[in-house]
């Protein structure tokens, strides 16, 4: 805000010289205060596809059945097929039919968000109550029972990004709006 | 245009399984002539005038001791509640709740019947706790409190919300019994809020930041991706709703609004933004919130809602009289300001102009009205609205010629509503 008279003429005549939509610094009001580290590290839950956010811990598979046995089960099924609530197994090769079954197995493009999901938003009726070895098993245990890893893997932060999703090619960008003026018309 | 202002105060004052106006004239299911038009008016206007100033016209039986001419009323009261005599409801599932649009006026939603999705619950938040916090790929990561965010410049826009479910179980076939039930995941209102782009300059956004997470504070922490250029553009944080604070259903004390966009991107109970150079891919945005095509392929990032229209009166579920009916509706479009919408009576084949209620916002619920007679045969009754980027609401069969029925979202087809002789009136696809 406090720029000087030589600072915006140069500013203008490099706006000219080269044609850069260089935007001015906006204001500034002086609201809200410097957020503090510890701050920011206890909110600051997500994972990227990279794995950046993982926290330290390791879960097996078959940790990860009793985890799930006890904590998902009730809601999403033995086996993660029977519901009553969402399906979280099966249905690969589905999607190009007329009954397509998403699944983590099946359409979930990247396992890393199956950490950042589980831990944010389950168990449904204890949101953010498991630890990271509960998380990182019971990830394991969806993946292997996807088929998608082998029994005898560990998860942790190094091997989750790795995992090979099976659809993880299956989405395009939004190519909206798809309908022509003669189809809209039709 | 005095008149049509005395139709509108006279009409019923909620439209649920209304539209009983009497007419002796039937000359065939056409747009009404001025004339006729004027006829109608004129009892209407009649009738409720009656009713109003002179409650002892009313038959010996209906007329109570409570006769409000001999009673004084009661007090003032610090806030408001709507009559007793009136009904309109949400609809209710364990996930979502319904705007009974069949019942309602104009364009603004009432706060109590907006629209509910929400992946676990309504958090309590008290406004004096909620925090702000803005970090990633910024120069000062911040903290802001409600007293912090309101005082900034503000901006008032009125805006629809349109969850990208609405209308969603169409895809399949003629589900929804009501307008609440196939149009119900839609509201507009008047917001109040910061514009983020003010926001996040106070925090300074690095040169490759190019996506923003918004995250909630409910028991979902409900999180999104979106594109930093795009929502810098028009994107507010909202804490006003309609004139007063935003209802806790709709994010009290903070929400994100993003003008046209799918109802998940508008993050309630907003309690984190965070910049990053690619998107976070949460679950709301791969597994959810993706659009299946046909080839088994999902389309990803869909962010704007297209333009759409429906009639809300006579629609599914109610009953028609012969004779005058105003055919009402909404229309809107994502991508701006709704510039005309046609109604047919006869399925399609022929279409005329419907009157537009100014003003015309852009991302906004639009009301249109169409007057019409209606003979006592079967209609078919459809709306169809273009936008100002010329694109025109599509036919049910050109959607799903395009994209199949698998896509779960973003369903704007033409709405079709079936009045059988006998004046009833259902959902049908054609």
């Not at chain 2, 009656?50 to 610090?78: H, K, W, Y």
């Not at chain 2, 900034?152 to 805006?159: E, G």
């Not at chain 2, 979902?220 to 594109?227: F, G, I, Q, V």
């Not at chain 2, 919408?341 to 279409?351: A, I, L, Q």
Request: charged residues 20%; glycine residues 10%.
């Amino acid at each position: 805000m406090c720029r000087s008279k030589v600072a915006v003429s140069l500013t203008s005549f490099a706006l000219l010289c080269c044609g850069l939509a260089l935007a001015e610094e906006p204001p500034r009001y002086g609201f809200g205060r410097p957020a503090t580290e510890a701050e920011i590290n206890a909110w600051n839950i997500d994972i990227a596809p990279d794995g950046t956010g993982l926290p330290s811990g390791r879960g097996t598979v078959t940790k990860g059945a009793a985890v799930y046995a006890a904590k998902c089960a009730s809601c999403h099924g033995a086996t993660g097929i029977e519901g009553p609530q969402t399906r979280l197994v099966g249905g690969q090769g589905s999607l190009a039919t007329d009954k397509p079954v998403k699944t983590i197995g099946s359409f979930w493009p990247y396992a890393t968000t199956l950490y950042d999901y589980i831990y944010r938003a389950m168990p449904l009726t204890e949101p953010q109550s498991l630890t990271s070895d509960e998380v990182y098993a019971v990830v394991a245990w969806l993946l292997h029972t996807n088929g998608i890893i082998s029994a005898e893997s560990t998860i942790d932060a190094n091997t989750l990004p790795h995992a090979r999703m099976p659809n993880r090619n299956g989405f395009v960008s939004d190519p909206r709006p798809d309908l022509s003026k003669s189809m809209q018309r039709e | 245009m005095p008149v049509l202002g005395a139709i509108d105060k006279g009409s019923p004052m909620s439209q649920q399984n209304e539209g009983k106006v009497v007419s002796s004239e039937l000359d065939g299911n056409n747009p009404v002539g001025r004339r006729a038009w004027l006829i109608s008016a004129v009892a209407t206007i009649g009738a409720t005038a009656a009713s109003v100033i002179a409650p002892s016209l009313l038959p010996a039986a209906e007329q109570s001791d409570t006769d409000p001419t001999r009673v004084p009323g009661r007090m003032p009261s610090p806030y408001g509640a709507r009559a007793s005599a009136e009904t309109a409801r949400r609809l209710t599932t364990a996930t979502h709740s319904l705007t009974p649009h069949q019942s309602l006026h104009g364009i603004v939603t009432p706060s109590a019947l907006h629209f509910e999705r929400h992946h676990n619950g309504v958090p309590a938040i008290h406004p004096d706790r909620h925090r702000l916090l803005i970090h990633g790929l910024v120069e000062r990561p911040l903290v802001f409190s409600m007293a912090d965010l309101t005082r900034f410049p503000s901006v008032t826009r009125m805006l629809f919300i349109e969850c990208s479910g609405n209308s969603g179980k169409e895809w399949k076939g003629p589900t929804g019994k009501m307008v609440q039930e196939t149009h119900g995941l839609m509201s507009t209102s008047e917001w109040t809020g910061v514009p983020l782009s003010t926001v996040l300059a106070e925090a300074g956004i690095k040169p490759d930041a190019a996506w923003v997470l918004a995250e909630g504070s409910d028991a979902a922490a409900m999180t999104r991706s979106l594109p930093l250029a795009e929502v810098l553009k028009e994107a507010l944080l909202c804490y006003g709703q309609n004139g007063e604070a935003l209802r806790p259903e709709q994010g009290y004390p903070l929400r994100l609004v993003i003008p046209g966009w799918e109802g998940n991107t508008c993050i309630k109970w907003l309690r984190r933004l965070k910049l990053g150079a690619m998107p976070f891919m949460t679950r709301e945005e791969t597994s959810r919130y993706t659009d299946l095509m046909p080839d088994g392929t999902a389309r990803q990032f869909s962010f704007a809602m297209e333009a759409k229209s429906v009639i809300t009166s006579p629609s599914g579920g109610q009953q028609i009289e012969p004779g005058f009916v105003e055919i009402r509706g909404l229309a809107w479009s994502g991508r701006g300001a709704v510039t005309g919408v046609e109604v047919s009576t006869d399925g399609g084949r022929t279409w005329d102009q419907a009157r537009l209620q100014e003003p015309v916002f852009p991302r906004c619920h639009t009301r249109f009205r169409f007057d019409w007679r209606w003979n006592g045969t079967e209609a078919i009754l459809q709306s169809r609205c273009t936008d100002e980027t010329g694109y025109v609401q599509p036919a049910r069969a050109a959607l799903v010629a395009a994209r199949g029925v698998n896509s779960s979202y973003h369903y704007n087809a033409i709405q079709t509503w079936q009045v059988s002789p006998d004046g009833q009136v259902t959902n049908v696809q054609v």
